[in-house]
Every structure is written in C-alpha cells, then in structure tokens.
C-alpha cells in the first residue's frame, strides 16, 4: 500500500541520489518531529513493518547542504 503511494522522481545508475523524503512548505513548521519520527521508526515494531515494506533499514538524517546538492544534481539528470 505504502509503496504504491509513492512516486519516483529520479531513477539513477550511479549512487549520489539515495531515497529521500522531503518537507514542503506547509509542513515546515513540524520538520523537527517528523525528522525524529522517521529517525526513530527502526526501533518501533510498526515502523520497522513499514521500512521493511519499503524494503529501507531505516532513515538517515541529512543535512541541508547535502539535499541541496542532491536537488541539483535530479535537475541536472532531468534536463
């Protein structure tokens, strides 16, 4: 279900672009929990069923100047 829910945005041969989620704006202000959700969800039984749905270990947080770089890099393979 969860995974039939998402959509691929970029698909790369190389391994610069991993999986990531991201805020819009109108979450922004609950950035900091949503982050230590996801940060957390291996240590939770239903959170751990989710990742292995998503076939994910688990979350690794990144900072702003990596996605940056990793948003740039999807508009560069998209053109």
Same mark, same amino acid.
């Given at each position: 279900?969860?995974?039939?829910?998402? +959509?691929?945005?970029? !698909?790369?041969?190389?391994?610069?672009?991993?999986?990531?989620?991201?805020? #819009?704006?109108? @979450?922004? &202000?609950? +950035?900091?929990?949503? !982050?230590?959700?996801?940060?957390?969800?291996?240590?939770?039984?239903?959170? #751990?069923?989710? @990742?292995? &749905?998503?076939?994910?270990?688990?979350?690794?947080?990144?900072?702003?100047?990596?996605?940056?770089?990793?948003?740039?890099?999807?508009?560069?393979?998209?053109?």
């Amino acid at each position: 279900m969860i995974r039939k829910q998402l +959509r691929v945005l970029v !698909r790369s041969q190389i391994s610069v672009i991993h999986h990531s989620l991201m805020v #819009g704006p109108r @979450l922004q &202000a609950r +950035r900091g929990e949503l !982050r230590q959700v996801l940060l957390n969800m291996a240590a939770d039984e239903k959170g #751990g069923g989710v @990742l292995a &749905a998503l076939g994910f270990s688990g979350w690794q947080a990144v900072d702003d100047e990596e996605m940056e770089f990793m948003i740039d890099l999807m508009d560069t393979l998209n053109t």
